[in-house]
């Protein structure tokens, strides 16, 4: 079969499939055998392109899924090789990702960069593709990601309002214009040649803490919070913590847009959405 002549600069593999922590379960072999097939492809055709003097290097979009065992925080980078892998489908592609990168360098010098974003949170996203409903209390989840589920159940009336778990499990709610600048940085750096990188606020907040914002961003004070736990997903890590101070010091990176900021842009575009029917 013919190689696929790839002419371009840079090769930025994302993911395939992605959703939020239903979508593990729900398609969890899916997950894992169509994002290999397609980072496999995607690998192959830039190992091509950079044989033939076309590409500079590979950036793979990694997760922070794959510290999804770790018990060190905040997590520095390296760490996924020290930790057990992960127990998720998602997350153990996701490291395999990873691999791909390492084994082309060690194989073929290709170079690369290895990005780990955390909990990218901002406009556009829409309902995931699932096989069948998933319900949270009276609600249908429309993406699986906490952020937009918790503010379109609240926006829909939910009381009380219902949380997967205690509310206790820690996140790091990163911008996706933070994000994006921290991409581009990873591309253009000399620094990140062959190299990866957390790239993500330094910012905790817990489920709960999310949860009583955005309901206070909704209504006011005028409707006392309140809520109720359901049964958690298996895959539903209780701490994700990175250490930011790589990018920091060598991209001089900091992903400094405030939860209240991203909420204040967000809401208005769901409750858009939600007019529209799209959620």
């Given at each position: 079969?013919?190689?696929l002549?790839?002419?371009?600069?840079?090769?930025?593999?994302?993911?395939?499939?992605?959703?939020?922590?239903?979508?593990?379960?729900?398609?969890?072999?899916?997950?894992?055998?169509?994002?290999?097939?397609?980072?496999?492809?995607?690998?192959?055709?830039?190992?091509?392109?950079?044989?033939?003097?076309?590409?500079k290097?590979?950036?793979?979009?990694?997760?922070?899924?794959?510290?999804?065992?770790?018990?060190?925080?905040?997590?520095?980078?390296?760490?996924?090789?020290?930790?057990?892998?992960?127990?998720?489908?998602?997350?153990f592609?996701?490291?395999?990702?990873?691999?791909?990168?390492?084994?082309?360098?060690?194989?073929?010098?290709?170079?690369?960069?290895?990005?780990?974003?955390?909990?990218?949170?901002?406009?556009?996203?829409?309902?995931?593709?699932?096989?069948?409903?998933?319900?949270?209390?009276?609600?249908?989840?429309?993406?699986?990601?906490?952020?937009?589920?918790?503010?379109?159940?609240?926006?829909?009336?939910?009381?009380?309002?219902?949380i997967?778990?205690?509310?206790?499990?820690?996140?790091?709610?990163?911008?996706?214009?933070?994000?994006?600048?921290?991409?581009?940085?990873?591309?253009e750096?000399?620094?990140?040649?062959?190299?990866?990188?957390?790239?993500?606020?330094?910012?905790?907040?817990?489920?709960?803490?999310?949860?009583?914002?955005?309901?206070?961003?909704?209504?006011g004070?005028s409707?006392?919070?309140?809520?109720?736990?359901?049964?958690?997903?298996?895959?539903?890590?209780?701490?994700?913590?990175?250490?930011?101070?790589?990018?920091?010091?060598?991209?001089?990176?900091?992903?400094?847009?405030?939860?209240?900021?991203?909420?204040?842009?967000?809401?208005?575009?769901?409750?858009?959405?939600?007019?529209?029917?799209?959620?």
């Amino acid at each position: 079969m013919k190689q696929l002549s790839v002419k371009c600069d840079y090769i930025l593999a994302c993911a395939a499939m992605i959703g939020g922590i239903s979508y593990f379960h729900t398609l969890a072999y899916d997950l894992l055998a169509e994002n290999d097939r397609i980072m496999a492809a995607t690998f192959d055709a830039a190992i091509h392109a950079f044989q033939h003097g076309h590409l500079k290097k590979i950036i793979v979009l990694s997760s922070s899924m794959v510290f999804e065992s770790a018990s060190v925080f905040p997590t520095p980078e390296g760490e996924q090789e020290r930790c057990p892998p992960p127990l998720s489908t998602y997350g153990f592609q996701k490291l395999a990702c990873e691999y791909y990168a390492k084994g082309a360098w060690e194989q073929y010098r290709l170079p690369y960069t290895i990005i780990r974003p955390f909990n990218c949170v901002g406009v556009g996203e829409r309902r995931a593709k699932c096989d069948h409903e998933v319900m949270s209390g009276n609600v249908k989840l429309a993406m699986s990601h906490v952020v937009p589920d918790l503010a379109q159940k609240i926006l829909k009336g939910q009381d009380p309002l219902h949380i997967l778990g205690s509310g206790a499990q820690v996140r790091h709610y990163t911008y996706g214009g933070d994000l994006a600048r921290g991409i581009r940085l990873c591309i253009e750096s000399e620094h990140a040649l062959n190299n990866d990188f957390n790239i993500s606020t330094e910012a905790s907040t817990t489920v709960l803490q999310l949860a009583e914002l955005l309901w206070t961003k909704i209504h006011g004070t005028s409707k006392p919070f309140r809520y109720t736990s359901d049964e958690p997903f298996k895959y539903d890590v209780q701490c994700r913590v990175p250490d930011c101070s790589k990018a920091k010091r060598l991209l001089d990176f900091e992903a400094n847009t405030t939860l209240e900021q991203i909420l204040d842009e967000l809401l208005p575009w769901i409750r858009q959405q939600l007019a529209f029917g799209n959620l």
